[in-house]
């Protein structure tokens, strides 16, 4: 009995390691913790945020129900791909915990947590979103007919629009998720090119940082 007993605990142990070795390697579980670190080299993927992990994502959160938080290291990388990850995010209910560093795109996955924190020694930085010139020229080679696009300037005008539409819809986002208005103005004042780290008692006293859940009172 003793020894069925010490075959199947093995083969339990064993299917644990196989579960944690199937995870993307952007990810690691620590019990209620996935750790989402884009700052890990990983052979043939960009270090950074990217579409590939909003699906691996989400089926990690499918498979792992358990899962409360989702600790982060990340300088960023795709807004779209940030927004759907926030999306996750918001749809199971998780906290966000910042381990190391989280700019730009990282924010966005970091606010939709209920519960908001970061370690000790760790960062958040904010600065103005970009388009690379090399990126919009190639959307208007794959856009311009199906938007009847006749010269550049027709993609100068929409892009002026789209702009305007996007920071709306970010700012409200920030407002939403608890974050004081003028704070979120305030994080536009940074260029692409550089970062904004304001210090924790002003990332608590601005709604960023949330130590009780959403919902809860103290």
């Not at 670190?37 to 043939?44: A, F, H, K, L, M």
């Not at 989280?102 to 996955?109: F, L, N, R």
Request: one cysteine or more.
């Amino acid at each position: 009995m003793l020894r069925v007993i010490t075959v199947l605990f093995c083969l339990v142990l064993a299917s644990a390691a196989a579960a944690k070795e199937a995870l993307p390697q952007k990810f690691s579980l620590q019990g209620g913790t996935l750790v989402y670190d884009t700052e890990t080299e990983v052979e043939g993927k960009p270090a950074e945020i990217t579409d590939d992990d909003v699906l691996e994502l989400r089926d990690i959160l499918t498979k792992n129900p358990e899962i409360s938080e989702l600790q982060l290291n990340s300088i960023g990388g795709s807004v779209y791909a940030g927004e759907e990850i926030a999306g996750l995010v918001l749809e199971h209910g998780l906290d966000t915990l910042v381990d190391g560093t989280c700019i730009s795109a990282c924010v966005d996955v970091f606010l939709a947590g209920s519960r908001r924190r970061m370690t000790i020694g760790s960062s958040i930085g904010f600065h103005q979103r970009n388009w690379p010139a090399d990126a919009v020229h190639k959307y208007y080679r794959s856009e311009r007919k199906k938007r009847r696009w006749a010269t550049p300037y027709d993609l100068g005008s929409w892009i002026y629009e789209d702009t305007q539409r996007e920071v709306y819809d970010h700012l409200s986002y920030m407002v939403a998720r608890g974050v004081d208005p003028g704070f979120a103005i305030e994080t536009l004042r940074t260029d692409p090119d550089g970062e904004w780290y304001p210090s924790r008692l002003r990332l608590i006293a601005a709604g960023v940082l949330r130590e009780v859940r959403q919902g809860q009172t103290r």
